[in-house]
């Protein structure tokens, strides 16, 4: 499967915005979808995850009650609405699949075999 994230951009703390990711390639339906972030100096880390059959939703707890991820499997779609903005949200986003059951965890960048190639989300104090 391919992946196309975007929808990043320069915000001001407080703002919203939501990123979008086009998968292509295989069945969409089939594949856990997760978005990571990576700041500046910083590794990957797990942001929220979505799993393909019941549409479960996990989040990291620097993120939970601010962000919501969803999936729309007719569009072959992840999005990841992104509310009360702080600047350290700062980072470049990713999204990820995996392939399979929904059985698991999944927090770590090891889980997910494909990745988008990254959208940038700058948030202004």
């Known amino acids: 499967v391919q992946l196309q994230a975007s929808g990043g951009g320069l915000v001001q703390a407080g703002d919203s915005l939501r990123l979008s990711c086009a998968a292509s390639g295989r069945t969409f339906s089939y594949y856990t979808m997760g978005w990571f972030r990576q700041a500046p100096g910083k590794g990957r880390e797990f942001v929220a995850r979505?799993?393909?059959?019941?549409?479960?939703?996990y989040y990291a707890d620097s993120v939970k009650g601010r962000f919501t991820i969803s999936r729309d499997n007719a569009k072959n779609t992840v999005y990841l609405q992104m509310n009360s903005l702080k600047p350290e949200d700062t980072a470049v986003y990713y999204c990820?699949?995996?392939?399979?059951?929904?059985?698991?965890?999944?927090?770590?960048?090891?889980?997910?075999?494909?990745w988008g190639q990254g959208t940038l989300v700058t948030v202004s104090s």
């Open positions: 990820a699949a995996r392939f399979g059951g929904d059985s698991g965890s999944f927090f770590s960048p090891n889980d997910y075999r494909y």
């Open positions: 979505i799993t393909r059959n019941d549409n479960r939703t």
